[in-house]
């Protein structure tokens, strides 16, 4: 039916309302995103205001912390000196403590001396002779009990003005020392100014104290009645908070510090940063210093907004308007693109599942027909593949399958692959897509040579052709052909569909036969290396009896220097023989062929036999061979298989860790069996630990020491052929712990059946 035509009115109005649609939206979309811009980087500001302030808050607690503890040491000090500390002692102590660079903000340690009334004039007097003439308590006046500075440290012309001071005359001072006295913890004064402060930079201040006890008191009225002074520090408000507080933290905010849980003015302790008029964020903290709340109000301005803060919102609104404008364009070319979409995605998706199809097995036989008449149904009527070289050179693909078996029937032999018109050669020649359209199959030359052919094209209805060649690595497999009806002209997109299923049919075949050609490469060498295997051990068991028989003859005619050459030869022909054995072993597992005999049998004693077969080995390399077996540990195992797994682990040890003790430990845990070999010797890297248990692998230089790298696989696959498992616990130059656990009722696996088993052979 033909497609109705819209009216001048309506598609006037389609043409000027969809894009007026899009602009509406597109804006109100920049501005849904410019306020959620700016509502969610608001947020993200104040959190990470939260944190900073959290962080800084937490900083001062931990510096007060340290303070505490600081002071706590020194009244230790103190207690521990019992007497009266002399002030060379107190500044030796103070010096250790490195002040000025551990404890910035402090303004020294000081110790205050309890006195009652009637040990006034001696304690003056005291002082006075101990070289201090001008000391005298201050400020004077009758009281129940007074104290004084008697030492301050560091003594600098601030702390010097603090001497003979009594601050339990003044009571801000005497509340925090009293709370300190009956509590025996740290304790903080009120805001007040520092005897030591003079000139005009001022700062509030604070003391926290710590008492002394004469032994150690429990109760309240044992603490007074014993208690002896207080160890005290002083601190500059503004100095303590600058300290605690780096730099770029009061960079990025204001900090206003309280004395108690109010803001009050009367209260301040410090203040700095942003002004009242500038503040965007604010957040009060309140924390403990020594018993004492304080209130800190954290303040930010627009400066600790970052830059992407400021700006992004009004980024997000520009760019929301020029994406409005691209789509307000972009609506024209709508049908168009779809269009192209839809066809690339019809393109993926045949190429996709065809790619699947190939991919499903290695076997082209089985999926060449599959993806054949996959591209028949979805892209031609027919499709015709061709290969030069393989069975099948023909693979027809049709809907219908009857019509695909009569046409694969009626190309084979016909001679099609010659054909220059809509055949292969047509594409094999010059290697380009050859395209012809509007045939008649009973007209062309191909119906004199190949009738029967040409009827069973003209039964599929085709009348066009486009033909790729396969190829792969530079080599031409073959050739794609598709037919379709004489009204189908094939455009470039078919041409490029076309090549990227050739593409990927020309790999799926070169992949095939490439991994049937290694699997019969490696079948080749498992026969190899068994026959070569087989052919050198006859020679080695003859020379192994040769050199064993000249090196006893060289014994009794005592030829020291022919038995030991003699000795020589038969390790060395004994070594060939565990590398032999090895190859022989390697071609079984691989091939499958590892039979084993099960039989029931002590693996303590095993384990004795071939520590005692290794004695001589590791007398030569300086180790000392300890077995550990307290009692039988009788299961049911391959006997020679598990002779072959101890020998090879013991032959590792004794190689990897010359000179240094190996032990064997055989116990029975439960229904398991546990073999251990341990070795002091280089040790093997983590990263290396379970690569060793690979073919071929090693964790040591080739050069340094022999072997295939076989021996620990074919450990492994033993083990694991048992129904066990091993394992290895290592660290460089540390030596090295294997650890096989079986189970004492082994079941031995199906298998095929092996000409034989292999003697031990230890291999590295």
């Excluded at 770029?248 to 109010?262: I, V």
């Excluded at 070569?532 to 050199?547: F, N, V």
């Amino acid at each position: 039916m033909p497609r109705r035509l819209l009216s001048p009115a309506r598609a006037a109005l389609r043409h000027h309302l969809t894009p007026a649609v899009v602009l509406a939206l597109g804006l109100a979309a920049t501005l849904a995103a410019w306020a959620l811009a700016r509502s969610t980087l608001r947020m993200q500001s104040r959190e990470r205001f939260v944190d900073e302030v959290d962080r800084a808050s937490a900083a001062l607690n931990e510096r007060m912390a340290a303070y505490e503890a600081m002071l706590r040491a020194t009244s230790g000090f103190l207690r521990g000196v019992g007497a009266e500390p002399s002030a060379l002692a107190f500044h030796d102590f103070v010096a250790t403590l490195d002040l000025r660079d551990r404890y910035p903000g402090i303004q020294g340690i000081g110790w205050s001396k309890l006195i009652r009334p009637d040990e006034l004039a001696n304690h003056e007097a005291e002082q006075r002779a101990a070289g201090r003439p001008g000391y005298r308590v201050w400020p004077p006046g009758a009281r129940t009990l007074y104290s004084s500075i008697v030492l301050l440290e560091p003594l600098d012309w601030r702390n010097q003005r603090a001497i003979g001071f009594d601050m339990f005359s003044e009571p801000v001072r005497r509340g925090a020392m009293e709370r300190a006295r009956d509590t025996d913890d740290p304790a903080a004064t009120g805001r007040v100014e520092l005897v030591q402060e003079t000139g005009r930079e001022r700062q509030a201040g604070f003391l926290v104290y710590v008492p002394v006890y004469a032994g150690a008191p429990a109760t309240v009225e044992e603490r007074r009645d014993r208690l002896r002074g207080w160890v005290y520090a002083p601190f500059r408000a503004g100095d303590l908070l600058r300290a605690a507080l780096d730099a770029t933290a009061m960079q990025k905010f204001g900090l206003s510090a309280y004395d108690g849980t109010e803001l009050r003015a009367e209260a301040l302790l410090f203040e700095a940063g942003a002004r009242e008029d500038e503040t965007r964020l604010a957040l009060v903290r309140r924390i403990d210093v020594a018993g004492r709340p304080w209130t800190l109000r954290f303040a930010a301005g627009r400066s600790f907004e970052s830059a992407t803060e400021r700006l992004l919102p009004l980024g997000v609104a520009l760019g929301g308007l020029a994406l409005t404008l691209l789509l307000f364009w972009a609506t024209r070319e709508e049908v168009r693109a779809r269009t192209r979409a839809e066809a690339s995605a019809r393109r993926a998706v045949f190429l996709a599942e065809a790619s699947k199809v190939l991919s499903s097995s290695l076997d082209y036989a089985a999926t060449l027909p599959r993806v054949a008449t996959l591209a028949a149904q979805r892209v031609a009527e027919l499709c015709i593949v061709y290969l030069e070289r393989g069975d099948p050179r023909w693979t027809v693909g049709h809907a219908t399958p009857e019509v695909a078996s009569r046409v694969r029937a009626a190309v084979e032999g016909s001679g099609f692959e010659r054909d220059v018109e809509i055949g292969p050669a047509a594409a094999l020649q010059g290697g380009h897509p050859r395209a012809r359209s509007g045939f008649d199959p009973g007209r062309i030359a191909l119906a004199a040579r190949a009738p029967a052919l040409a009827g069973a094209l003209r039964e599929a209805g085709v009348g066009s052709s486009l033909t790729v060649a396969l190829a792969s690595r530079g080599e031409r497999l073959g050739t794609l052909t598709l037919l379709a009806g004489a009204r189908r002209r094939f455009t470039r997109g078919d041409v490029r569909l076309a090549t990227d299923l050739a593409r990927l049919v020309a790999a799926a075949v070169d992949t095939s036969r490439l991994y049937a050609a290694a699997r019969a490469a490696v079948r080749e060498r498992d026969e190899f290396l068994s026959i070569a295997s087989h052919e050198l051990r006859t020679p080695l068991t003859s020379l192994a009896l040769q050199s064993e028989s000249l090196r006893a003859k060289a014994s009794r005619l005592q030829l020291d220097d022919v038995a030991r050459k003699a000795e020589v030869i038969r390790r060395n022909v004994d070594r060939l023989a565990r590398l032999v054995a090895s190859l022989l072993d390697l071609s079984r597992i691989t091939a499958g062929r590892l039979e084993l005999e099960l039989e029931p049998f002590d693996l303590a004693e095993l384990a004795r036999e071939v520590v005692a077969r290794f004695e001589d080995e590791a007398r030569r390399a300086g180790c000392t061979l300890e077995l550990v077996a307290p009692e039988p540990v009788p299961g049911s195992w391959d006997r020679l298989r598990l002779d072959q797994v101890l020998t090879n682990l013991v032959s590792n040890a004794i190689k990897y860790g010359p000179n240094q003790p190996v032990e064997v430990r055989v116990e029975g845990v439960g229904e398991r069996a546990v073999l251990t070999v341990r070795d002091r010797g280089i040790g093997i890297p983590p990263e290396d630990q379970a690569r060793i248990f690979e073919r071929f692998e090693r964790a040591v230089s080739k050069r340094s020491y022999g072997g295939f790298g076989l021996g620990l696989w074919i450990v492994r696959e033993i083990v694991e052929s048992l129904g066990g498992t091993v394992r290895v616990e290592s660290a460089p130059g540390s030596g090295a712990t294997f650890t096989v656990e079986l189970s004492r009722r082994a079941q031995a696996p199906a298998r095929t059946p092996a000409t034989g088993l292999s003697p031990a052979a230890p291999t590295a």
